[in-house]
């Protein structure tokens, strides 16, 4: 994911423009304020959203979102979720680990579940598979003090592994990017 001059515009937002690399391997931090266009710059790399201006180069592939629009119906139960994305992506579990933390969950509906339970179950399905991209909006701003470590280290795995992590936040001191795009 290369964006050179990119640039979104629509009614009085302008985006950009805006220049970076996401082609290596790593985390990246899209840093700011509400309203900065965080979610913008992640719906433009998801194909959600068509630039106004300049080059976006993106990969042929599936690319993983959370946060950008709901990932599951709020009727289906975690097991279904955890199926459906294996048969729509058609890869397989990378690691069983990343589910162990949300097993108590999966036979219960979204709609059962806290806002912090339901991101658990969502980060831990995404994660269990082999993506090359994630991108990610404030997914672990809901996530309580216990569970945010347990995941910023699956992160960083995966990021070992060969992916490209994007994420959104308004802190500076989430994981460690190797790059951050301040807006």
Known sequence: MIGRHLEFCRNQFRLGPLDFDFSAPGIYRVLGAN?????????????????????????????????????????????????????????????????GPTRKYQERRFLELSTGQRRQVELSILLSHD????????????????????????LLYCASEGARVIFTSHHQGQLSPQESLSL
């Open 131 to 154: 993506f090359e991209f994630y991108l990610l909006d404030e997914a672990l701003e809901c996530l309580d003090s216990e569970q945010r470590p347990l995941y910023e280290n699956h």
């Open 35 to 99: 309203g900065s266009g965080k979610s913008t710059l992640l719906k433009l790399l998801s194909r959600r959203l068509n630039k106004s201006a300049g080059e976006l180069l993106l990969p042929s592939g599936p690319i993983a979102t959370l946060g950008i629009e709901p990932l599951f119906p709020l009727s289906w139960t975690g097991h279904q979720a955890l199926l459906w994305t294996q048969k729509l992506t058609a890869r397989s579990l990378r690691r069983q680990d990343f589910l």
